[in-house]
């Protein structure tokens, strides 16, 4: 395929940039200086100063003295750098490849973009037109080489699109500095008397490199499209986006579900072809003043279901606040993993943990609610009742150890044991009746005590002994006894839980 | 004559429970509580899938014998590798006590949500899943609508919802298909030997759609439930009234 570059000159970028914070300045001539060697030298000029003769480089009070009410502002060096970038990335509308071409131009990729704004005339109008809208002055060209695109905005003033096979003839006219050459090469060839490419071009290629070097000629050749000249994009190209932009902007809710299901389906289908699944994904609303409207959703195992994922955006789509329109959706998959196709099993309806019908309920409940709040417990390695089950947020994760079977545990446990007051007969015997909460338990059966220490690696404290008892009611308790009997009246009892 | 008529009642009672969306078996697994008196309670003779069942529970003993209950019938219910989800606002559930149940802990999954209306959101979602096989929410008060909504979701999926109501402040008539009332009873050892014996709870069957209210004390031992003995209330009461 033919590749289509735009190349974007802002002529006046940073003085723009002063009319649109400060629209007085518009019919006044200003100019940004900033100070150079003990004195303030123009470093850019509005258009009217620049006729009056303020041209950049020149002494401020010299300029004083032509344009007697001539504005001066500071200048901020690294603006130019700053407006570029936010530039390019308000132009990922036009396109997904946008890179700055420093001190004043933008690169686009528009290969293959035009066509959805009606040919390629249509396209660098709207650009400038909305370009114009935001207050910037532009020079806009399309070829199929940078070089060639950069030759024309800036040279070519009376032609915007360069047609495919046409650089060489329209190269001819330009002058050598269209070719983006250094300034003693260039002051080189006007002192030969080189003012036109057609002079150079026409030359051996053996002489030019004699005379020029290899540099002039690598230029010629990439205006020429005989090397390839890259660019580095502002927005990294991602391999699993896609794009949809719209005729109109999009205002209404049904418009927006529908752009989410469309693009859902576009990029599902790309992953079920290449067995990979989303595990995170973020649906981008560019709005036509400017900002980006943005949804995160997440997986908990990777899917390529799009009727799944669209529920898991449907949840958030409230939130996006279309305000005069969309005219571009993205949709990206983050995070992506390995998904083999699993074989559907017909016959079996309840399905264990690895059910896709578990986890797409399980994201659909943390879309809504918050992951935070859906446990599933392990077992651990430890004897004493808190730390023998441990939290994992994983559906995945299988147990590492065995659950502990030998001795009975209740099915209630309190979070914190609370203080009892027993009665118990001799030291290590179970108590006979014991009060929780103004009750009082008279304890009919009982079983224990059961010892368990307490993980002197872990934590300091004494060991517990445990008993089961149970009340003439029927009511079943665990209670503990904290450390060695001691005879003295220090609560050392416990309740930590309730057997069914 | 006598017996065709009855044999044909039977079979007729048998096609009219599917269509009022009472399930009774899953996959083959069938619940194995109802045996002999308890088969008089329950439409169609067991304990229905594709149904939310109530349970009203007055204070920690009552929510512990029933979370005890519940975990005995879940254990049934995840015998093969089966996921159950336990919705609930404040939870003192003990994973490793699950165990002595035949449950895998790691099976089941806990969503802690404050608000009522995420719980019932997260109740009718999972519900609606026919891939888990049982659903416990944790839910104090419970309307009419919403109740009947858990019931519509369920009957479409097939599985089971146990709502477990701890201190409601109204008893008022729900679609859930039964409403159940837990206690514990003190358990007993053979011979009179020392010692804690096997859980045993008194399971009062207060509601039942198409069948008859009861009252059984069971005992859960290695696995299974046993009935000690059982006061069928409703069938005296019955026998009183014609008597």
Same mark, same amino acid.
């Given at each position: 395929m033919e590749k289509r570059f735009v190349t974007i000159w802002f002529p006046h970028l940073k003085t723009d940039w002063f009319v649109i914070k400060?629209?007085?300045?518009?019919?006044?001539? +200003?100019?940004?200086?900033?100070?150079?060697?003990?004195?303030?030298?123009?470093?850019?000029?509005?258009?009217?100063?620049?006729?009056?003769?303020?041209?950049?480089?020149?002494?401020?009070?010299?300029?004083?003295? !032509?344009?007697?009410?001539?504005?001066?502002l500071d200048d901020q060096p690294e603006l130019a750098g700053k407006l570029l970038k936010a530039l390019g990335k308000w132009f990922i509308r036009?396109?997904?490849?946008?890179?700055?071409?420093?001190? @004043?131009?933008?690169?686009?990729?528009?290969?293959?973009?035009?066509?959805?704004?009606?040919?390629?005339?249509?396209?660098?109008?709207?650009?400038?037109?909305?370009?114009?809208?935001?207050?910037?002055?532009?020079?806009?060209?399309?070829?199929?080489?940078?070089?060639?695109? *950069?030759?024309?905005?800036?040279?070519?003033?009376?032609?915007?699109?360069?047609?495919?096979?046409?650089?060489?003839?329209?190269?001819?006219?330009?002058?050598?500095?269209?070719? $983006?050459?250094?300034?003693?090469?260039?002051? $080189?060839?006007?002192?030969?008397?080189?003012?036109?490419?057609?002079?150079?071009?026409?030359?051996?290629?053996?002489?030019?490199?004699?005379? +020029?070097?290899?540099?002039?000629?690598?230029?010629?050749?990439?205006? !020429?499209?005989?090397e390839e000249e890259y660019f580095e994009p502002l927005v990294p190209f991602k391999i699993y986006q896609e794009r949809l932009p719209c005729l109109e902007p999009i205002v209404t809710a049904t418009g927006i579900e529908i752009a989410v299901q469309r693009l859902l389906e576009l990029l599902c289908h790309r992953l079920q072809q290449e067995?990979?699944? !989303?595990?995170?994904?973020? +649906?981008?609303?560019? $709005?036509?003043d400017g900002k980006v409207e943005k949804i995160e959703i997440g997986t908990s195992r990777p899917s390529h279901n799009h009727f799944h994922l669209f529920k898991l955006f449907e949840n958030h789509l409230g939130q996006i606040e279309p305000a005069m329109g969309i005219e571009l959706f993205t949709l990206e998959a983050q995070k992506l993993e390995d998904a083999a196709p699993v074989q559907i099993k017909l016959w079996e309806?309840?399905?264990?943990?690895?059910?896709?019908?578990?986890?797409?309920?399980?994201?659909?409940?943390?879309?809504?609610?918050?992951?935070?709040?859906?446990?599933?417990?392990?077992?651990? @390695?430890?004897?004493?009742?808190?730390?023998?089950?441990?939290?994992?947020?994983?559906?995945?994760?299988?147990?590492?150890?065995?659950?502990?079977?030998?001795?009975?545990?209740?099915?209630?446990?309190?979070?914190?044991?609370?203080?009892? @007051?027993?009665?118990?007969?001799?030291?290590?015997?179970?108590?006979?009746?014991?009060?929780?909460?103004?009750?009082?338990?008279k304890i009919a059966?009982?079983?224990?005590?059961?010892?368990?220490?307490?993980? *002197? *690696?872990?934590?300091?404290? @004494?060991?517990?002994?445990?008993?089961?008892?149970?009340?003439?009611?029927?009511?079943?308790?665990?209670?503990?006894?904290?450390?060695?009997?001691?005879?003295?009246?220090?609560?050392? *009892? +416990?309740?930590?839980?309730?057997?069914? | 004559m006598q017996a065709a008529k009855s044999d044909i009642i039977a079979r007729l009672r048998q096609q009219l429970h599917p269509l009022q969306g009472v399930k009774t078996t899953l996959n083959g697994i069938e619940v194995a509580t109802a045996s002999g008196p308890q088969k008089i309670a329950f439409p169609n003779d067991l304990l229905s899938y594709g149904a939310?069942? %109530?349970?009203? &529970?007055?204070?920690?003993? %009552?929510?512990?014998a029933t979370s005890g209950f519940i975990a005995a019938l879940l254990a049934t219910l995840m015998k093969n590798g089966g996921v159950a989800i336990w919705i609930s606002a404040k939870r003192n559930l003990f994973p490793?006590?699950?165990?002595?149940?035949?449950?895998?802990? %790691?099976?089941?999954?806990? =969503?802690? =949500?404050?608000?009522?209306?995420?719980? =019932?959101?997260?109740?009718? %979602?999972?519900?609606? &899943?026919?891939?888990?096989?049982?659903?416990?929410?944790?839910?104090p008060e419970l309307s009419f609508t919403s109740a009947r909504r858990l019931q519509l979701a369920v009957e479409q999926s097939g599985t089971m919802g146990f709502i477990l109501r701890n201190n409601p402040r109204n008893l008022t008539t729900t679609g859930c298909v039964t409403r159940w009332k837990i206690s514990s009873l003190p358990s007993n050892l053979e011979n009179g030997m020392p010692g804690v014996g096997f859980p045993r709870w008194n399971a009062s069957l207060l509601k039942t759609r198409n069948g008859k209210p009861a009252n059984w004390e069971v005992e859960w031992a290695a696995g299974k439930f046993r009935t000690l003995s059982s006061i069928n209330t409703a069938v005296i009461k019955t026998l009183k009234k014609a008597g």
């Open positions: 400060n629209p007085a300045l518009k019919s006044i001539p +200003f100019v940004l200086a900033s100070p150079d060697h003990g004195r303030m030298v123009i470093t850019a000029a509005n258009e009217i100063a620049i006729i009056a003769g303020a041209n950049p480089g020149t002494v401020v009070a010299d300029a004083r003295a !032509l344009i007697p009410g001539l504005q001066v036009f396109s997904p490849c946008v890179g700055v071409d420093p001190p @004043e131009g933008l690169i686009i990729d528009a290969t293959g973009c035009s066509h959805l704004w009606g040919g390629e005339a249509k396209y660098l109008s709207t650009i400038q037109e909305r370009l114009k809208q935001l207050g910037y002055t532009i020079r806009i060209a399309i070829a199929n080489t940078i070089g060639m695109a *950069w030759a024309a905005a800036h040279f070519a003033h009376d032609r915007s699109i360069i047609e495919p096979g046409e650089q060489k003839t329209a190269m001819l006219s330009l002058p050598p500095a269209a070719l $983006r050459l250094e300034m003693d090469m260039l002051e $080189r060839f006007q002192k030969l008397g080189l003012y036109q490419l057609k002079d150079i071009v026409k030359m051996p290629a053996s002489v030019l490199r004699r005379r +020029f070097g290899d540099y002039f000629l690598q230029r010629v050749n990439q205006a !020429l499209g005989k067995e990979l699944g !989303l595990r995170t994904a973020i +649906f981008c609303c560019y $709005r036509v309806n309840t399905g264990g943990l690895e059910h896709s019908d578990l986890s797409e309920l399980l994201d659909r409940i943390a879309g809504k609610i918050g992951s935070n709040n859906i446990k599933r417990y392990l077992p651990a @390695e430890h004897y004493w009742p808190e730390r023998s089950y441990k939290p994992t947020d994983s559906l995945q994760e299988k147990p590492a150890t065995f659950w502990q079977t030998h001795k009975l545990r209740p099915i209630q446990l309190l979070p914190t044991p609370e203080k009892i @007051e027993v009665t118990a007969p001799i030291p290590d015997y179970p108590p006979m009746l014991f009060r929780h909460k103004n009750e009082v338990h059966k009982a079983d224990g005590p059961e010892r368990i220490e307490q993980e *002197w *690696w872990i934590e300091d404290g @004494e060991h517990r002994d445990y008993y089961c008892v149970e009340d003439e009611k029927g009511q079943r308790f665990w209670l503990f006894r904290l450390g060695h009997y001691t005879g003295d009246k220090s609560h050392q *009892w +416990f309740l930590h839980g309730y057997f069914a | 939310v069942h %109530e349970f009203v &529970c007055n204070g920690s003993a %009552e929510t512990t490793t006590g699950l165990v002595n149940f035949g449950i895998l802990p %790691e099976n089941i999954i806990f =969503l802690d =949500l404050q608000k009522t209306k995420d719980m =019932l959101w997260a109740l009718e %979602e999972a519900l609606k &899943c026919s891939s888990i096989a049982a659903v416990i929410g944790e839910i």
